[in-house]
């Protein structure tokens, strides 16, 4: 494999500076990359070689002409979820009825991107409107898992999460509703991390959930996730969710000594829905977190076992009234013929969204309208407000929760998409996180016999994003984890 | 609360979703389950709980405001761009109007 793919972000930039490596031979060795391995796993839906190395190349004219300062991001080549807009670049959600959108605009995170030189590599896939646990829902092709190409990569970040795995790029922004980034950086061996509610800017991001929706980073590594976070973060007044509080210099806390946090593991967690193999991993991993000087300590969060409940009532629900402005006249997908305006709805949106984004609307709809609003969304907008409470009342005695990211191990292509509750069930460890707002980081604590990776979750009080990277940064130094070989 | 194709019908309706005959059975059945499994929540007591809708809401209760100031916006032909039909810098949609 091509040494340039080793390298570190902070590598990368630093090689740009001294002018050992040009912006161009960095973006050649991932286009690369990309060529040999995505025939296979197919993480990315647009990819644009000759328009990537024209910008490179401007790119250097620029940095060459003192215009373009370098920052920790310049020259480095940023895989995108499809679910975001990027201003010229195709972006179809994972979605036929936005098959041929072109936004005429970029997302606030886009922009900060291109502000710092950073370079968008392509568009990757992901289960259609980001819903979905697998990317099986994706209307285009499912994206397969590196570490075995018969399993899904997870979703619904799945191209971004499978595209850094495989060495495709070096960092990629996903989007966390449910667990969407958590979960397939779980299922793909790296890192994931969902910011708490309105730490990142979503305008732009293709809204979902609303009230649950963020954009985050994966990358190999705790550190290069931090430089992304850093560079994506911060007050926008183009989403007026999102919080006006500055960042925290995220990658300078990075190194700091973690002793005396207390770490609390939820008794809830650890029960027969948790695949033994994962259970052992995150075992040694809250042994090793003690040998760098925490202490362990198991707390309850009692409203778990109703978080997918809570979930998909409140997601569905958003979403419902989200993707009512998919209706064929101001862009997407249109039913072609003389229609009334009824039926025009109809069979646009019908023919246009795959089955479970209707059913997702469907169940968001009922459970909105009149005679079921109260038993369903009202008392789960009450159940998401002791949710909340458990955390609080939690991060009273402990300062991070720790856990695992799924309660199984990537599965097969096929295996869950019969029973759309059983791949609900896959986000039980995820979903709380997104209903009380708070961050949460996974990051893999080692591969089972089969070379199957494991997650552990970080979770941590709301804007705390700095001691989720500090604990996963320290853990991820002591474990060590030696990646096996990978297939491709 | 059991769920009939008749209220899946109006669902439908409602979201502005056709289903087959077929489609709409299957469908059915799956709604069932998944509404059953909701069923858990109601054995839940939330007397005098505030149902929660915004992770931020103590610390920003207010929407935030600007000035109301005219600033830069898509204009026209941006906004147009990715329209099915379009005429005189509008978009044209079936007739709604006798």
């Known amino acids: ?488 | 609360m059991a769920v009939d194709v008749t209220q899946v019908e109006k669902t439908a309706d409602l979201a502005k979703l056709r289903f087959t005959p077929g489609e709409l059975q299957r469908f059915t059945v799956t709604f069932q389950e998944i509404l059953a499994y909701f069923a858990q929540l109601q054995a839940v007591s939330t007397e005098g709980v505030e149902p929660m809708y915004h992770a931020l809401l103590q610390e920003s209760p207010q929407t935030p405001m600007r000035e109301d100031e005219v600033k830069p916006s898509l204009g026209p032909d941006a906004s147009l761009a990715n329209a099915p039909r379009t005429a005189e810098q509008q978009f044209v949609v079936p007739r709604v109007v006798e």
């Open chain 1, 1 to 488: 494999m091509n040494e340039i793919l080793r390298l570190s972000v902070r590598q990368l930039t630093q090689a740009i500076r001294a002018r050992e490596l040009s912006v161009t031979e960095v973006v050649t060795s991932y286009l690369d990359r990309v060529k040999e391995a995505d025939s296979q796993i197919r993480a990315f839906l647009s990819i644009d070689p000759e328009s990537l190395l024209q910008e490179a190349g401007k790119l250097e004219a620029r940095i060459a002409e003192g215009e373009q300062a370098i920052t920790p991001l310049t020259g480095i080549p940023v895989a995108i979820k499809d679910n975001m807009a990027t201003k010229g670049i195709r972006t179809t959600c994972g979605s036929r009825i936005l098959e041929n959108y072109l936004p005429p605009f970029d997302a606030t995170v886009i922009a900060r991107l291109k502000e710092k030189g950073a370079l968008i590599l392509g568009k990757t896939n992901c289960d259609e409107f980001a819903m979905g646990s697998s990317t099986e829902n994706s209307a285009y092709f499912p994206t397969r898992n590196p570490w075995d190409t018969e399993r899904v990569p997870g979703g619904s970040s799945g191209g971004s999460a499978a595209g850094v795995a495989a060495w495709e790029a070096p960092l990629a922004l996903g989007s966390d509703t449910g667990g969407s980034i958590r979960q397939p950086a779980a299922f793909c061996g790296v890192v994931g991390l969902k910011p708490t509610y309105g730490r990142v800017s979503r305008y732009g991001l293709v809204a979902f959930g609303s009230s649950l929706d963020q954009i985050g980073p994966l990358a190999r590594t705790v550190e290069d996730a931090a430089l992304l976070l850093e560079a994506i973060a911060g007050p926008d007044p183009a989403d007026s969710t999102c919080s006006e509080r500055l960042p925290d210099a995220y990658s300078a806390s990075i190194g700091k000594d973690i002793s005396g946090l207390r770490i609390g593991v939820p008794t809830g967690w650890f029960g027969a829905g948790l695949d033994p193999r994962i259970e052992r991993k995150i075992r040694f991993a809250l042994t090793t977190l003690e040998a760098l000087g925490c202490t362990i300590e198991e707390i309850q969060l009692p409203h778990t076992e109703y978080a997918i409940a809570t979930y998909y009532i409140v997601a569905p629900a958003e979403a419902s009234s989200n993707l009512a402005r998919y209706d064929g006249v101001k862009f997407g997908y249109r039913a072609p013929g003389e229609l009334d305006l009824e039926t025009m709805y109809k069979e646009t949106r019908s023919q246009g969204f795959g089955e479970e984004v209707k059913r997702r609307i469907m169940i968001g709809t009922y459970v909105l309208s009149s005679g079921y609003y109260d038993a369903y969304y009202l008392k789960a907008g009450k159940m998401r407000a002791l949710l909340a409470n458990d955390y609080r009342a939690a991060f009273e005695k402990v300062d991070l929760i720790v856990g695992p990211t799924t309660p199984s191990l990537p599965f097969k292509l096929g295996e869950k998409t019969e029973d759309p509750l059983q791949m609900y069930l896959s986000d039980v460890y995820t979903v709380t996180a997104n209903l009380a707002g708070i961050p949460a980081i996974s990051l893999p604590c080692g591969f089972t016999e089969e070379r199957l990776p494991v997650g552990l979750q970080i979770q941590a009080p709301h804007f705390q994003e700095t001691k989720l990277l500090q604990v996963g940064h320290a853990l991820e130094k002591e474990l060590a984890i030696e990646h096996p070989q990978l297939p491709l």
